[in-house]
């Protein structure tokens, strides 16, 4: 889709992190931005914020876990600016721990707001695009969907299905005027998950697996729609060349993340917040 002044979009997890970066770049070029998230102190400041800026957003307090509100953000979309042109399901959760030491509905939650929810309303929203031959669909997953992180093995598991379900999407949409995409940042600094679990503990990311900002998964974004492309990675260092070596031999990129030091930073996470939680 690459004319976007005018459409309207649908931004998933826009209170915090990077789906206000994602807002604010999508208002930029013209768009009308509904911004979904549980918090509704958080979406009033980001959409006060694009009106200051002359931009056109609402927001649109909702738990993405609980299904029964999906159709309700649709319709609401449709009410205000007429249609749906762009669903970015960007709202996800993550637990960094061992495997073991999950609940079942921690399992469940992670599965459900990554992936069963931005499914959902992929359903709820390709009728109308298909009908008139316009609009694209964009998940934000994660280079742990491509090499799943330890400790993070739901969340991993979700990002790989996103990746997935996009994969197929785009191949059923082929010739229909309507475009998916996935995009797969690595170590978001600044804001974000990542910032929040292990920058404010004082844990940095290796410096060779790199790292990408907000903003730089936003321009991801948009250059995304604007150019319908299927897969995208946000991240300095060079990624394709890892991954591609990576499906060749699995075991050399294990030994090549360790040698980075990506599984002892996530396990360094871990061991916080267990050393925190034994000292409550
Ligand atoms: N940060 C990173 O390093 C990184 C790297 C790779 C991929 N990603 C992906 O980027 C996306 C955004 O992550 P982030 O770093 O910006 O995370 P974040 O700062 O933790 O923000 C997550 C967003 O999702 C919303 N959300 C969480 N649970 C929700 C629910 N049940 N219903 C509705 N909204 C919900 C949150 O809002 P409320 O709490 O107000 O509901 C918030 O707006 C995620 O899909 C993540 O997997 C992040």
């Known amino acids: 889709m690459k004319e976007l002044e005018g459409?309207?979009?649908?931004?998933t997890g826009a209170s915090r992190g990077i789906g206000p970066q994602i807002a604010r770049a999508l208002g930029r070029e013209g768009m009308n931005i509904v911004l979904v998230a549980r918090s509704a102190a958080g979406l009033e400041q980001v959409a006060a914020e694009l009106g200051s800026a002359g931009q056109h957003a609402i927001a649109m307090p909702a738990d993405l876990s609980d299904h029964s509100t999906l159709d309700r953000i649709v319709e609401a979309t449709e009410e205000?600016?007429?249609a749906v042109d762009l669903l970015v399901n960007n709202a996800g959760i993550t637990?960094?721990?061992r495997f073991e030491t999950s609940s079942d509905e921690e399992?469940?939650?992670i599965i459900d707001v990554n992936l069963t929810a931005g499914i959902l309303l992929t359903k709820r929203v390709l009728p109308g695009m298909l009908d008139r031959g316009?609009?694209?669909v964009v998940m934000i997953a994660s280079l742990a969907g491509k090499v799943g992180s330890p400790y993070e093995s739901v969340y991993a598991a979700s990002k790989a299905g996103q990746i997935a379900f996009v994969q197929s999407l785009r191949e059923e949409l082929h010739g229909s005027g309507v475009g998916a995409s996935v995009v797969c940042p690595g170590f978001v600094v600044e804001s974000g998950m990542w910032a929040d679990?292990?920058?404010s503990q004082g844990i940095r990311q290796p410096r060779l697996a790199g790292a990408t900002t907000p903003g730089a998964v936003a321009s991801a974004v948009v250059h995304a729609v604007q150019r319908d492309s299927a897969e995208v990675y946000v991240n300095r260092p060079p990624m394709r060349?890892?991954?591609?070596?990576?499906?060749?031999?699995?075991?050399?990129?294990s030994w090549v993340l360790r040698r980075i030091g990506v599984p002892q930073t996530f396990r360094k996470v871990v061991e916080r917040a267990e050393s925190e939680a034994r000292s409550e």
């Open 107 to 109: 399992t469940a939650q």
């Open 197 to 199: 679990a292990g920058i």
């Open 134 to 136: 316009r609009g694209h």
């Open 7 to 11: 459409r309207t979009a649908i931004v």
């Open 95 to 97: 637990a960094t721990r």
């Open 80 to 82: 205000q600016f007429g």
């Open 241 to 253: 060349p890892m991954l591609v070596l990576g499906e060749l031999s699995p075991r050399f990129r």
